[in-house]
Nanobody, 119 residues
Framework: QVNLVESGGGLVQSGGSLRLSCAST????????MAWYRQAPGKQRELVAA???????NYGDSVKGRFTITRDNAKATVYLQMNSLTPEDTAVYYC?????????????WGQGTPVTVSS
């Protein structure tokens, strides 16, 4: 069974950095897409960054130039390096992954890790 587990969240001052990690447990899985989403209080969940297995990446407009997503495919792990954090980055960050085979797609979500950026 696929289980995504995030870690690395916490409290950081404005201008600081954090690195989030997300790893699959329960066995080896090969993911096509891995991504990070976030949800702030009272707002919809939004895409932060996404990465394909071959290394192509996409970022939400609000984090471009500040965040970097990387993958370790051998470990089925994805990271999010967050720099120059602001209070607007405060949210619960969720790991996402999927596996695709023809018309079949399976989607997985982690439980979320909170990030709080103080002024």
């Amino acid at each position: 069974q696929v289980n995504l587990v995030e870690s690395g969240g916490g409290l950081v001052q404005s201008g600081g950095s954090l690195r989030l990690s997300c790893a699959s447990t329960g066995g080896f899985f090969r993911f096509d897409l891995m991504a990070w989403y976030r949800q702030a209080p009272g707002k919809q969940r939004e895409l932060v960054a996404a990465a394909t297995e071959d290394g192509s990446t996409n970022y939400g407009d609000s984090v471009k130039g500040r965040f970097t997503i990387t993958r370790d495919n051998a470990k089925a792990t994805v990271y999010l390096q967050m720099n120059s954090l602001t209070p607007e980055d405060t949210a619960v960050y969720y790991c996402y992954a999927d596996r695709e085979s023809g018309r079949y797609v399976a989607n997985y979500w982690g439980q979320g890790t909170p990030v709080t950026v103080s002024s």
